[in-house]
């Protein structure tokens, strides 16, 4: 879950690390100013850093969102509308920055005294929305319904190793673990470590996260939520750190493509991220306002959901990705703004690794040309001619829509009947999390974006038993290398491992890669300061929204 050039922290243990696989905003930068690869239209796009800042105060301002959020419970913040709106109003343990970097949040600072644990020391005077103040029992509370099973936590796998969470101090929490895990200490930016008051979760009960306040600490709170139009945010005046500039935000549910960009063009809202890409040229066009490209350490995918069907022949899976025009889509579906790629990963990802790892990672991967005669060859050694496939599809926008045609066009020229089932939009996000709901189902379009700067994020969909191993891929040795991956805190040496695991999904096309997508975001000329980067995620980024004049 769906950036670039991480210039990664030494890794030493025993010392205080706030990065491991960290971002800087010089490498940012350079980043944006090389062509893109992978053959797209270059003039398409072209990656900004950031937008102007602020210059002053706002009363409120208007947020387009494709969907309205199911629950703002931080258990379930997986998915773009959930987090759009939630790392607004909680906060975690550590922050991502928009130059996507990992920076103090709640903890002002995280110590690794030894290589099974993590010290967090809490900021003092950090008042939750009902007015009282934030401490460690908070914390080892919050952290503990993410860890209870019954819960079914979104975010149960980053605490897979984790042996306890206790209170050691008025305002410091300590972390055991079962063994060394490099990845958890960059998750605690992400909603897996966001603090809620134990007070104000244990008196909503189940109704935590779809009715009334969310008693969290950041720097607005849940205001009014029409349900099925929109939700309100105010401007929280007793948050710890620099107050909003605006003293409130609506986020307006938009599940029409063609509704949000009509109300981004007549000023009905102020802007907008994951823009629909077949306005792109519109907005850039008759905009009121400017459309950004940001980095986004996101690719679009195929997710193979079923392994009992056709695509349990790993030829079937071969053929439909050598089938693919990869390039035809980016033209249509991404309107020229991505590039295509045979890799699961963004190259972003491995911008820290040295560079023979990086050579590793990507050599040898899935093929991007379409190859028909051969793809035909492997259809018809599988005896799969004329066997039927099941895309599901849906109107979120064109990027879902036209990927789905073009999977179907894709099959025709092979021998295989691809049939496409239409999703509503606000029911796609099931697919994720509902296993009936992939019930039927062979093959989702899916961008996914790394919640944290590191390959493993992704590469660890597909050890045995994963969130996201929605076709039950099960191998020892792929889990004995995420495990030695996990457990690796210097950067080179876990980049080498990952690169071996890189190399397996692809062979195995587990996930059939088809494009990086960069971030977009449209600001009209009333406002500014959003940023650009997939951090608006984790990022409290409404915050810095204010007036452009």
Same mark, same amino acid.
């Given at each position: ?59 409120? $301002? ?96 980053? $605490? ?13 929490? &300590? ?48 205001? &009014? ?39 981004? +063009? ?30 986004? +350490? ?33 033209? &249509? ?44 060859? +492997? ?26 045609? %073009? ?19 606000? %029911?796609?996000?099931?697919? $994720? ?19 944290? &700067? ?44 990952? @690169? ?9 096309? +587990? ?10 975001? $449209? ?23 204010? @007036?452009?004049?």
């Amino acid at each position: 879950m769906t950036p670039t050039a991480p210039a990664r922290g030494a890794g030493a243990r025993g010392r205080l690390v706030l990065a491991t696989a960290l971002l800087s905003a010089a490498a940012l930068v350079a980043a944006c100013s090389g062509p893109p690869r992978g053959g797209a239209d270059q003039a398409a796009f072209r990656l900004s850093a950031d937008t102007p800042p602020a210059k002053g105060e706002l009363d409120s $301002f208007t947020w387009a969102t494709y969907a309205e959020p199911p629950t703002l419970d931080y258990l379930q913040a997986f998915d773009y509308p959930q987090n759009t709106v939630l790392s607004n109003v909680c906060e975690s343990l550590m922050r991502w920055t928009p130059q996507l970097t990992l920076a103090p949040g709640l903890a002002e600072k995280a110590s690794n005294p030894d290589p099974a644990t993590w010290v967090y020391d809490l900021r003092s005077g950090v008042h939750f929305h009902d007015g009282t103040v934030m401490t460690a029992d908070d914390v080892v509370y919050s952290l503990g319904r993410q860890m209870n099973p019954d819960n079914a936590a979104a975010w149960a796998q980053v $605490f897979q190793n984790v042996e306890s969470v206790t209170r050691t101090g008025p305002l410091q929490v &300590t972390v055991k673990l079962k063994q060394p895990d490099s990845q958890f200490p960059q998750y605690m930016a992400t909603a897996a470590g966001v603090v809620a008051a134990k007070a104000g979760v244990e008196a909503a009960g189940k109704d935590y996260g779809t009715s009334g306040g969310l008693d969290c600490t950041g720097p607005f709170m849940l205001g &009014t939520w029409a349900k099925g139009q929109s939700i309100e945010l105010q401007r929280f005046d007793g948050y710890w750190g620099a107050k909003a500039k605006s003293k409130k935000v609506v986020f307006s549910f938009l599940t029409d493509a063609s509704a949000r960009t009509n109300a981004m +063009l007549t000023g009905d809202v102020d802007g907008g991220y994951l823009i629909p890409t077949e306005s792109y040229d519109r907005l850039k066009r008759e905009g009121p306002g400017t459309l950004y490209f940001g980095e986004g +350490l996101s690719t679009v995918n195929l997710n193979v959901t079923s392994m009992n069907g056709p695509l349990g022949d790993l030829r079937v899976r071969q053929a439909l990705s050598l089938a693919l025009d990869r390039s035809g889509f980016v033209r &249509t579906g991404l309107a020229g703004a991505g590039t295509v790629t045979g890799s699961l990963t963004t190259r972003a990802a491995w911008a820290g690794a040295p560079e023979d790892v990086r050579k590793a990672a990507f050599d040898h991967l899935t093929p991007t040309a379409p190859d028909i005669d051969r793809a035909k060859a +492997l259809v018809k050694e599988a005896g799969a001619e004329g066997r039927t496939l099941t895309v599901a599809t849906s109107t979120i926008g064109q990027d879902v829509s036209l990927l789905a045609t %073009a999977v179907q066009a894709a099959g025709a020229k092979i021998g295989l009947n691809v049939q496409l089932k239409t999703i509503a939009p606000n %029911a796609f996000t099931a697919l $994720f999390t509902d296993a009936k709901a992939r019930e039927g189902i062979d093959l989702f379009p899916e961008t996914y974006y790394d919640s944290v &700067t590191d390959p493993l994020d992704l590469l660890a969909n597909f050890r045995t038993g994963a969130y996201q191993n929605y076709a039950g891929f099960s191998d020892k040795a792929y889990d004995d290398l995420v495990d030695q991956a996990t457990a690796e805190y210097d950067p080179a040496r876990r980049g080498a491992i990952e @690169a071996r695991l890189q190399q397996t999904a692809s062979e195995q096309l +587990l996930w059939i890669p088809v494009a990086e997508w960069p971030t977009s975001v $449209f600001l009209n000329k009333r406002v500014t300061g959003a940023p650009t980067t997939i951090s608006y995620m984790y990022y409290p980024w409404a915050a810095d929204v204010g @007036a452009a004049r």
